[in-house]
């Protein structure tokens, strides 16, 4: 029989599923506000009200985020494929799952996944990290944690231990059953909303007046960032270095997807077939290769770069971005019809890319790498 492909309608199913059919009611707000410990200068993440933050819940969701029962074969869990030391990637090309299928992604980072409008690469519908979670954990093409059609199996594994189960209960005291796939995917968004990074040179550079925090090439670098001839804020602007972003006090949420130039397979503008980008789910021919822009928060350290992780260092995207598209150079200056306008090329001398680079390695928030409030309780010290 053929494998079915795991399509974003699905998730959005198996989660009304959830709502629907005796699974807990939405959490009442609890009596004191979560303390965020928010870097400076942050705001305060927009959270569903059906799953407001607790320190239960996000202790209980640290422990389960590296949890090997949360796979099938017992051989992974989100960790594995969000490694803290590389601002939660996993250093690949390709993403490999728990049965040795490789994606046809690269991984993103969860460093601020809090502000995020939009998760992974290329999907308009995925908006929280509720939902999300239902993909790694039951999608079959790829398949990646490998529960399709055995939720029960999941669930036992952990209403079967004692000691998880009695934390379940205390983290969500009116759900019942206490463990249920409604409360574990609400304890794994809560523990992955608190992963903030914000203390990196430039942070302190920025907001904790430190000006000696920037080698004087970083700040040459941060200029040409922000310059008309690089064009680099536009899509990745703010204080999340990401267009697509949200909190407790923004208005509506925006969703935009961006054609950066890096395929044009038939001079019209056509990515490879394995992974088109957002006109997979819209249809809409505009959508071709159209895919988010992460944040560039820790770059230095989430190599390789691009959706398909086909660009192995900073220097390779800058080549990318100077070149206007490495389509446009690929095809004797001709630029995809459908990459964005910002995409148009620029030229840096040597010592200006060398700058721009030490710029972007100055987003590398050390702390946040090494933070025992992120790691896997479980870890030998």
Request: hydrophobic share 40%; aromatic share 8%; charged share 20%.
């Amino acid at each position: 029989m053929a494998r079915r492909r795991w399509q974003p309608w699905r998730c959005l199913a198996v989660a009304l599923l959830v709502v629907g059919c005796g699974e807990p009611t939405p959490e009442p707000a609890g009596p004191a506000p979560y303390d965020w410990k928010l870097p400076e200068g942050f705001p305060t993440p927009r959270v569903p009200e059906d799953n407001p933050m607790s320190e239960a819940k996000v202790q209980l969701g640290r422990s389960l985020f590296y949890d090997q029962r949360l796979s099938l074969n017992g051989t992974q869990s989100c960790g594995s494929c969000h490694e803290q030391a590389r601002a939660f990637t996993d250093g690949r090309t390709h993403s490999v799952g728990s049965t040795g299928q490789t994606h046809r992604r690269n991984g993103q980072g969860l460093a601020n996944v809090a502000y995020a409008t939009s998760l992974t690469w290329a999907n308009s519908a995925l908006l929280t990290l509720e939902s999300q979670a239902l993909t790694p954990l039951f999608g079959e093409e790829p398949v990646e944690l490998g529960f399709a059609d055995q939720q029960e199996v999941l669930l036992e594994r952990f209403r079967s231990d004692p000691e998880l189960s009695a934390r379940f209960a205390e983290a969500f005291p009116a759900a019942s059953p206490p463990v249920s796939l409604a409360t574990l995917t609400w304890a794994l968004s809560a523990f992955e909303r608190t992963l903030l990074s914000g203390t990196s040179p430039y942070d302190r550079y920025l907001a904790g007046g430190a000006v000696d925090a920037l080698s004087p090439a970083a700040k040459r670098g941060l200029a040409l960032f922000l310059s008309e001839r690089m064009e680099c804020d536009h899509c990745h602007s703010g204080f999340n270095f990401q267009d697509a972003t949200a909190h407790e006090a923004t208005p509506e949420p925006i969703l935009p997807f961006h054609n950066t130039g890096l395929y044009n397979e038939d001079g019209r503008g056509a990515y490879p077939a394995t992974d088109p980008g957002l006109i997979e789910l819209t249809g809409r021919a505009e959508d071709m290769g159209r895919f988010r822009a992460p944040s560039l928060r820790n770059v230095a350290v989430t190599a390789p770069y691009m959706h398909d992780g086909s660009l192995a260092t900073l220097s390779d995207v800058l080549d990318h971005y100077a070149a206007g598209g490495l389509a446009r150079a690929r095809n004797g200056g001709a630029a995809s019809p459908l990459q964005s306008a910002f995409v148009r090329g620029f030229t840096l001398t040597p010592a200006e890319k060398a700058d721009v680079i030490a710029f972007l390695e100055s987003l590398t928030d050390t702390e946040f790498l090494h933070d025992p409030r992120f790691a896997d309780p479980n870890a030998a010290p």
